[in-house]
């Protein structure tokens, strides 16, 4: 019971983040194709803004695969919730940065659409909602490691 709860929530981080990224990735291509309708030349400028929200989705798959490597057998149910809980952090912080970001992001375009020469300095305003989703993953990294050696040591007694 504890592999497929774990399985379970592994599954759910993984698209919770991809669930987050294809929103902001659709606010910020939506935002980055009306601007390049109107001027192709600023696609450099605008790029690294529409991809921005597209990291979460990377980092979920990144806690899919560190997580599921500790997955055994015959795990407890106790350890099953308890890789859950290792995921939630990556899962909560990667749906609703990528939101965010892409709101944040969607905004910038429009301002370089504005005044091209802002495109350095705006990166910084959906950069900063992209910090969350990295303390999200790292703290994902660290109790799924911890997880794992729970996992392990209870197996080994086993």
């Known amino acids: ?23 902001g990735l659709f606010k910020t291509s939506t935002a980055a194709s009306g601007i390049l309708g109107e001027d192709p030349k600023k696609f450099g400028k605008v790029m690294v803004l529409v991809l921005l929200p597209a990291t979460q989705g990377i980092y979920g798959f990144i806690i899919g695969i560190i997580a599921s490597g500790y997955l055994v057998q015959g795990m407890s149910t106790a350890l099953g919730w308890a890789m859950v809980g290792a995921v939630i952090p990556m899962a909560l912080s990667g749906l609703i940065s990528a939101y965010f970001q892409g709101k944040s992001a969607s905004n910038c375009i429009y301002a370089v659409a504005k005044q091209e020469s802002l495109s350095g300095k705006l990166i910084v305003y959906p950069g900063m909602i992209e910090f969350y ?26």
Do not use: D, F, H, R
Not at 1 to 23: F, K, N
Not at 140 to 152: E, P
């Open 133 to 158: 989703a990295i303390l999200g993953l790292i703290i994902s990294i660290m109790l799924a490691g911890q997880v794992g050696g729970a996992i392990t040591a209870a197996m080994a007694l086993a």
């Open 1 to 23: 019971m504890g592999y497929t709860i774990a399985m379970i929530g592994i599954a759910a981080c993984v698209l919770l983040c991809g669930i987050g990224s294809c929103i």
